[in-house]
């Protein structure tokens, strides 16, 4: 599979914004979905995760009852909904994608394919 992510852009802080991935070449069904978000001069932290056939969601502390990840099968396309958004939440965020398996879903290593990023800043 191949991951497109888009929907970046300005916003004002308290405002939102939503995050699209969309896969191409092959269904999610099988596979894992990560959100991973990188700010300057710091290391590409977890925001959240989704496991396609189960329907399993994971969320970051920081962005808990902020941000909610959503699917679209029909589009094979998963979307990070984020809400409240503060300048501490800019960043280039990414999506991610595996095979599901044992590994934890938090740890950018476990995922192999990876899309090519989208800008998110949150203006004061």
């Known amino acids: 599979v191949q991951l497109q992510a888009s929907g970046g852009g300005l916003v004002q802080a308290g405002g939102s914004l939503r995050l699209s991935c969309v896969g191409s070449g092959r269904t999610f069904s099988s596979y894992a979905v990560g959100w991973f978000r990188q700010a300057p001069g710091k290391e590409r932290e977890f925001v959240a995760a989704f496991t396609w056939s189960g329907g399993s969601l994971y969320y970051a502390d920081s962005v808990k009852g902020r941000f909610t990840v959503s699917r679209d099968n029909a589009k094979n396309t998963v979307y990070l909904q984020m809400n409240s958004l503060t300048p501490e939440d800019t960043a280039i965020y990414y999506c991610?994608?595996?095979?599901?398996?044992?590994?934890?879903?938090?740890?950018?290593?476990?995922?192999?394919?990876w899309g090519q990023g989208t800008q998110v800043t949150v203006s004061s």
């Open positions: 991610a994608a595996r095979f599901i398996d044992s590994r934890s879903y938090d740890y950018a290593k476990h995922y192999n394919i």
